[in-house]
């Protein structure tokens, strides 16, 4: 059994395109408060996690003020992206389609990424809101077993996989990754929070609003495939990698489980929340 060493939590943010650790009095620029040892670009928190996490937990020097306005994504240019479709039960039965026998797995491209703040461009008039656990890999992983797979986990983030579902569903068979991958179409953060910040890493609430009405409200515990089996699955084919990124998911509630189905409009304000994270908040603007 691999684990962090217990103690302080340790929440990490991209604060102007630097790393930042962040505390309850603002943000701590990593690079001046290591002497260069780390950062100050964020993905650097990943060059040797567990050395950066064991460093950062002891920190609570002098904080700046933190403008969320100018938060990026906290894992700005992961190697890899994983998402995983119909791994919620009951946004499976929305979508009308049975549960997967195994992990249902495709990506968002890297150039979708975008801070937790701030607009999304609509590129059509069929744009659906999907809350996700998004995890955060911490160590390169291969062969990794279920029972040991939160100790290749460095934290957890909220995310968006906006999804234009026209072009998701267009061809035969589908292939989701590009409809999922407009600029824009994957929002993380606003914090990347390690692992033992939360009491049951495998049961949050997930939920997203638009316009403060409730679309999405559910909890991880509904997973079909659970965190450490899709760590576990995927490390079964591929190497995982440090920063590599998994969106585990969308539970019941979106747009198009409605009948007719609903989709974002211009102006439309999309909250996305997931329990001890923290919420984003985007503004969609439709195409001109
Ligand atoms: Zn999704």
Redesign the pocket.
Known sequence: MISWRKGATVRVANHEGRLVIVTADGAIDVERASGGRFGPAPMSAFDDWAAFRAWAETQSGTAAALDPSRLGPPVPSPRQIF???LNYVRHAAESGLPLPERPLVFTKFASALTGPFGEVHLPSASVDW?V?LVVVVGREGRHVAAADAWGYVAGLTAGQ?F?DREVQSAGSPPQFSLG?SFPGFAPIGPYLVSVDEFADPDDLRVTTTVDSEVKQDSRSSDLVFSVPYLVSYLSSIVTLLPGDLI?T??PEGVGLGQTPPVYLRDGQVVQTTIETIGSMRHVMRASR
């Open positions: 998402a995983v479709g999907e996700e996989d999804s999922k969106f998911g969308t």
